[in-house]
């Protein structure tokens, strides 16, 4: 008698495996994908810098000293040591700064991320799901915070506080970019509330919350991750962006984007004080970018 044909869930010989879901499917499709193995070692990378700066350097980010002025060459033979990357005008460690400055960059884009996720989530799962009046109220709303310019907005609202803190900043970003999650989260509930497993469910008796949290949003998250994981790198962007005009976060929180605003006026004599924190905001934004993307790919099946 063959074996293979009295075995149990097993088909043309071999074991029959258990179906496999979209985010298994996902996650299958991401670790061999080169793009994600990219950004998430950069990532890694980056949170380890912004957790536990210590274990890159001990020199001070903020002590200055004269002596090592910033028109001395960077000693890029001498790794990892205060003057791998040469000093700023104020004789300060640019390496110092760069490790340091990460925690400040890393926190406001998560930090805003995770807000505007669950606010813009919240907001457009409501007006998705239930449509009508709700639908139009929140709708409104959400199209005049969209009208207000995202980094004008930002300044205005910045420009109250005297000190501006890390926390202060996220906010002031959260109050205003928290839309675009809205609107896909719209998008997404009001497709997926007209699939049979929702009717379903409502045939059954099933309450407005549970189908909310079992149904409707496990199969409508997927495009809001994508979405928010490639608009942290913008949220970075735009905290740089403020602090190099002077309405982002307030010294002494090191900052990659005051570190920029401080080496404009040294881009002739040494280009280096300007070029290694900008490229550090560049590397940061592009890696999430890239996380981003892989994740799209991976989550979307038209893109396989």
């Known amino acids: 008698m063959d074996k ?11 074991p029959v495996g258990k179906p496999r879901s979209l985010w298994s499917d996902a996650w299958h499709d991401l670790r061999r994908n080169p793009l994600f193995v990219a950004s998430a070692v950069l990532i890694t990378l980056l949170l380890t810098m912004s957790v536990f700066p210590g274990l890159f350097t001990s020199a ?7 002596a ?7 000693q890029l033979t001498h ?14 460690s640019i390496y110092a700064r760069v ?15 995770l807000l505007v996720t669950f606010f813009g989530g919240l907001i457009g799962m409501l007006a998705g799901y239930f449509g009508g009046w709700i639908d139009s109220i929140l709708s409104r709303i959400l199209d005049t915070f969209a009208g207000i310019p995202f980094l004008l907005g930002a ?3 910045l420009n109250v506080f005297d000190v501006r803190t890390v926390w202060i900043v996220a906010l002031a970003l959260a109050f205003l970019g928290w839309t675009q999650i809205a609107r896909v989260t719209r998008g997404s509930v009001i497709t997926t509330k007209q699939s049979d497993y929702v009717q379903a469910a409502k045939a059954l008796g099933a309450g407005t919350g549970r189908i909310l949290t079992r149904h409707v949003l496990p199969n409508a998250v997927a495009p809001v991750i994508v979405v928010a994981t490639i608009a942290l790198g913008g949220y970075i962007a735009a905290e740089a962006s403020l602090s190099f005009l002077g309405i982002g976060i307030s010294p002494p929180t090191v900052s990659w984007g005051m570190d920029v605003s401080d080496g404009k006026d040294q881009l002739r004599n040494a280009p280096h004080v300007l070029l290694i924190p900008a490229v550090m905001v560049s590397v940061t934004v592009l890696a999430f970018i ?15």
């Open 4 to 14: 293979s044909a009295a075995t149990p869930g097993t088909g043309d010989g071999g």
């Open 60 to 66: 001070s980010p903020r002590r200055g000293d004269l």
């Open 68 to 74: 090592n002025h910033f028109l001395q060459a960077p």
């Open 79 to 92: 790794f990892f040591s205060p003057e791998w990357l040469g000093y700023d005008a104020q004789g300060r």
């Open 99 to 113: 490790i340091h400055g990460a925690r400040a960059s890393v926190t406001v884009g998560v930090a805003v991320t």
């Open 155 to 157: 300044m205005v609202v």
């Open 290 to 304: 890239m996380l981003g993307d892989a994740v799209r790919n991976a989550l979307d099946p038209k893109l396989r």
